[in-house]
């Protein structure tokens, strides 16, 4: 293997669907809100991508089964819109800009392909003091205030590492919609309450409420 390589484990039939992306990062809050929305919507694995650039370790699940480091992605049928959830344990390393390159449009290049013109990145963003909010950044004004009218903060002036801006900003060159959801935290620990709180931003911006007692019971296995 010398570059990304994804393999479809199922076809799904999917009208129009939404793209959301949640990876490990600050206080892990994309991978654990990925994991909520997965659980939430009953969530169906059907593709796997994988890349020399993740790093050189395999992952053992929880019955003792081993495999290569990988994102993985789901599909979940909707009321309104389907939706493409992945998430993974890993990204490539943040020295390797050419990897991350390379993966985000391997991400991209998936997507686009199955037919999703609007997507949604999820993160965290390190504040110093404790402040509960979602901060969002789009690929246009016009998506910046629907979802600041939602509740969100403008990111400005900001900078957003990793997969979960990457994503975004070279969607907008391929003239795909699209928004990231970042919750603050205060520190690279998982951080549970920030996740659940990008989770339930996003499902009400869907058209769907979440009970504060959802989450307690799902969480990563490891986070």
Known sequence: MDKPYLRKLSNPTLDNPI?????????????????????FCDAKPF??????SFPDYISIT????????????YYAPMEKN????????IQPSFDDVVAHYMVCESVIDFVEEIGCRFLVTMGGVPITEDKTQ???AATSPR???EFMEKGGVIYSKGRIVGGTGLTLALAKERKIDGV???????????????????????MKALGKEIKEGFAENNQPEEQ
């Open 143 to 145: 998506l910046a205030t």
């Open 62 to 73: 929880s019955k003792g089964i081993a495999h290569l480091p990988r994102y993985e992605f």
């Open 82 to 89: 389907n939706l493409i959830i992945m998430t993974g344990e």
């Open 134 to 136: 979602v901060f969002i």
């Open 19 to 39: 793209f959301v992306q949640g990876l490990p990062g600050f206080g892990n809050v994309g991978r654990i809100a990925a994991h909520l929305l997965i659980k």
């Open 180 to 202: 990231s959801l970042l919750g603050t935290t205060m520190g690279f620990k998982a951080d549970k309450g920030a996740g659940f709180l990008v989770f339930k931003f996003l």
């Open 47 to 52: 593709a796997e991508l994988y890349s020399p």
